[in-house]
């Protein structure tokens, strides 16, 4: 256990779904009892985190909303610091929009009115905030993503995710999304790091997908491990030019990792 913290993707990573991933818990657990930072990291918003708090909690593992780096968090973060005052319209679910209204944030529907369009994960997508995307990002909105991951995944497949959601809005308003908040993005590392308090070098980043989780890791200067127990698969990590650290079939491998550089 030669790192000082431990950064775990959920979704692929910890659990899938609603169901807990072998020896997720009693690494995490393990990692505790030597004094090891565990820190989790989701591009997913939809839930916020106390929920995710809750949610490891209910699988065994102990979690406070300070253990959670999210991407709708990591949004709040970031619009607090470069659009303060904006008025937002979300093209996302309900948790995004109540953690940016509890955060000061006055959303609307009317494009006039709107400053910035935050694109999202979003599963009640319509044709109709498409449009309210659409007027005011042409009406000159700041246009602003949580996450650009492409699906999420679901036992059995997955779910189209934001990418899907930035991508109808740039083809329409022929307008490209100025930044995106999440992994593998320089902003939710940065968040990360304020968190735990140390250095990337003394850091590893585990998770299972190759583009997010080992590409952010990688930017910032950790060791990574990739997992494959989400939707990388063996093959899929050695056709891949962005290599891990470490490939592992199980958390728990993580607690026998050969010295870094070794």
């Known amino acids: 256990m030669q790192f ?4 775990f993707d959920l979704d692929g990573t910890v659990y899938l779904s609603n169901t807990l991933l072998p020896t997720s818990r009693t690494t995490i657990a393990a990692l505790r009892e030597h004094g090891k930072q565990v820190l989790f990291l989701s591009n997913n918003p939809t839930r916020s985190r106390q929920e995710y708090a809750d949610k490891l909690t209910s699988f065994g593992i102990p979690a406070a909303p300070h253990d959670i780096v999210n991407s709708s968090w990591v949004m709040v973060k970031y619009l607090q610091r470069e ?6 319209f979300v093209v996302g679910e309900a948790s995004l929009c109540r953690e940016l209204e509890q955060a ?6 009317e494009a006039v009115e709107i400053d910035v369009v935050v694109a999202s994960f979003d599963r009640t997508f319509s044709y109709r905030k498409l449009q309210i995307a659409f007027d005011a990002v042409r009406g ?19 779910q189209p995710d934001a990418a899907a959601v930035i991508a109808a809005i740039e083809a329409c308003t022929k307008r490209q999304v100025e930044v995106v908040v999440g992994k593998p993005s ?3 590392i940065q968040a990360a790091l304020d968190v ?8 590893i980043m585990i998770g299972d997908r190759i583009e997010t989780d080992i590409a952010m890791g990688q930017r910032a200067g950790m060791a990574t491990a990739l997992t494959l127990t989400g939707v990388t698969d063996r093959p899929m990590a050695i056709a891949t030019k962005i290599q891990p650290t470490y490939i592992v079939q199980t958390l728990a491998e993580l607690l026998t990792l050969s010295p870094y550089g070794s």
């Open 140 to 158: 000159g909105a700041r246009f602003f993503a949580t996450n650009s991951d492409a699906f999420c995944p679901v036992p059995g497949g997955g």
């Open 4 to 7: 000082d913290a431990y950064l």
């Open 196 to 203: 735990v308090g140390i250095p990337a070098a003394r850091c």
């Open 104 to 109: 000061g944030f006055r959303l609307s529907e």
């Open 83 to 88: 659009a303060p005052a904006a008025c937002i």
């Open 186 to 188: 320089r902003h939710m």
